[in-house]
Structures are given as structure tokens and as C-alpha cells.
Antibody, heavy 118, light 108 residues
Framework: EVQLVESGGGLVQPGGSLRLSCGAS????????MHWVRQPPGKGLVWVSR????????KYADSVKGRFTISRDNAKNTLYLQMNRLTVEDTAVYYC???????????WGQGTLVTVSS | SYELTQPPSVSVSPGQTARITCSGD??????VYWYQQKTGQAPVLVIY???ERPSGIPERFSGSRSGTTVTLTISGVQAEDEADYYC???????????FGPGTKVTVL
């Protein structure tokens, strides 16, 4: 069974940093692109970032480019999102998601809440 | 980038058919994917590549397309289908990923 478990969320002040992790199991992690998708409270889904299977290629939404960094450790079956210079607009539930064909998301974690507030 | 459009809400009685549309100028060239999100839960993929159903998704969920509009149809709606539904697409070259704004399906 595919399992994705996010961790690392919490309360952080504006301008601060946070690193999210997503532990994967039940599939060959190193064979899949992976993504972060976020959902602000009461709002819709927003794609944040993706990384290819070997970790050498990444892409970001314009809203986080230059502030967030996606990475992965295939030996540890773990996906990361380093978030710097956080603003209140980054407040959201952050989901990691598996991508079977570079085009969509077939499995999702349960999400981790990031709250940016003073 | 481009946008996807969905109706904000759809209401349907149990046993009836719910149709949720997703439209966008880029859709004729791209597949559409549909996700169901129940309150407080993570999204679940219910349709991929316009009309394919993942294993474990009931047959009452189906997808179709006509030009720039793609439709998710839930036939014989059940109370458990009450949720938000999001369409999503991606261009195939160095993909960017876009979600529609979501449609809240209410089962009366």
C-alpha cells in the first residue's frame, strides 16, 4: 500500500523558515516524480513544486520561486520542502503527492499545516 | 499560465446524476484529471486522462470531454459523494500544473 506521511508543519513568524518532510513507503520512491501541493484555509488546491525522480530537476510556482527549495533523498525514501522568507500568504495545509506520469497526482499524504503568523 | 473554470457548486438528490464541468482554452491539447476531497481529508484521484477510473473508484464516476470542456459525471449519486471536486491539467512539456477552483457537490 502506498503511504505518504508529511511532517514538519507548525507555527512560524513571518520571515521565518520551516522544512517539511514527506516519508514514502509501499512503492519504489526513486522511480517517481514527487510534488508539493498546498491548500490555504477554506480555499482550493495550489501546486507548489515538483522534483523529478533522480532529484536533478525541479520546478516551482511563481509564488514560491526563490524562497522554497524542493529536494529528495532516495536512499531514505523522503521528500523535502525547505521554506524560507515565509509570509502569511504561505499559510496552508501542505500535501506531498506522487506523480505516476509527470502529469498528475495519484497518491496524496494526509497533509501538514503551516501557519505563518506573528 | 492558464486557468481552469468550474462551477462553484452543484446540488443533486440521492440517486440522481451530478455533472461537473471544467473548461479552459488549453484543454483540447491536455488531459484532465479529477480529484475528490471530503471535508478534512486529503484529495483522492477519481478520474485520470479524461475518462479513466483508478482501481477502487466506483463505476458511477465517469469522465468525458467536448472541445474545451471536460465533464465529471457521478451517476446515481450517494450521500458519501458529497465533497469538493477539483479538475487539474498540465502541459506536457516541462509541465506546469493547474487546478480548477473546485466544485462543491451537495447531496440534498
Amino acid at each position: 500500500e502506498v503511504q505518504l506521511v508529511e511532517s514538519g508543519g507548525g507555527l512560524v513568524q513571518p520571515g521565518g523558515s520551516l522544512r517539511l518532510s514527506c516519508g514514502a513507503s509501499g512503492f519504489t520512491f526513486s522511480s517517481y516524480w514527487m510534488h508539493w501541493v498546498r491548500q490555504p484555509p477554506g480555499k482550493g488546491l495550489v501546486w507548489v513544486s515538483r522534483i523529478n525522480s533522480n532529484g536533478r530537476s525541479a520546478k516551482y510556482a511563481d509564488s514560491v520561486k526563490g524562497r522554497f527549495t524542493i529536494s529528495r533523498d532516495n536512499a531514505k525514501n523522503t521528500l523535502y520542502l525547505q521554506m524560507n522568507r515565509l509570509t502569511v500568504e504561505d499559510t496552508a495545509v501542505y500535501y506531498c503527492a506522487r506523480d505516476p506520469d509527470t502529469l498528475h497526482f495519484d497518491s496524496w499524504g494526509q497533509g501538514t499545516l503551516v501557519t505563518v503568523s506573528s | 499560465s492558464y486557468e481552469l473554470t468550474q462551477p462553484p457548486s452543484v446540488s443533486v438528490s440521492p440517486g440522481q446524476t451530478a455533472r461537473i464541468t471544467c473548461s479552459g482554452d488549453a484543454l483540447p491539447k491536455q488531459y484532465v484529471y479529477w480529484y475528490q476531497q471530503k471535508t478534512g481529508q486529503a484529495p483522492v484521484l477519481v478520474i485520470y486522462k479524461d475518462n479513466e477510473r483508478p482501481s477502487g473508484i466506483p463505476e458511477r464516476f465517469s469522465g468525458s470531454r467536448s472541445g474545451t470542456t471536460v465533464t465529471l459525471t457521478i451517476s446515481g449519486v450517494q450521500a458519501e459523494d458529497e465533497a469538493d471536486y477539483y479538475c487539474q491539467s498540465a502541459d506536457s512539456s516541462d509541465p506546469s500544473y493547474v487546478f480548477g477552483p473546485g466544485t462543491k457537490v451537495t447531496v440534498l
